[in-house]
């Protein structure tokens, strides 16, 4: 899953790590939403999966446990 604009930290060519990667999916998804107006568009949507991907992999990381 990819769109027109979107480059990953890591695909452009430096290491970054998992804290500052989900911190730049969650300003992406942001501004995402202010120029889509929408919380259901494809972006938007996109752009959360892979920032609720990666917050699983903190979580995982640092033995942290969903509990809701």
């Keep these: 899953m990819s769109y027109v604009g979107y480059k990953s930290p890591s695909s452009i060519g430096y290491d970054i790590s998992l804290e500052d990667e989900i911190l730049f999916l969650r300003n992406e998804m942001m501004r995402t939403f202010q ?5 259901t568009s494809a972006l938007v949507i996109e752009i959360s999966c892979k920032l609720d991907l990666k917050i699983n992999e903190y979580m ?4 942290m446990e969903c509990r809701v």
Excluded at 35 to 39: L, T
Excluded at 60 to 63: C, E, I, P, S, V
């Design 35 to 39: 120029e889509e107006q929408s919380f």
């Design 60 to 63: 995982k990381l640092y033995g």
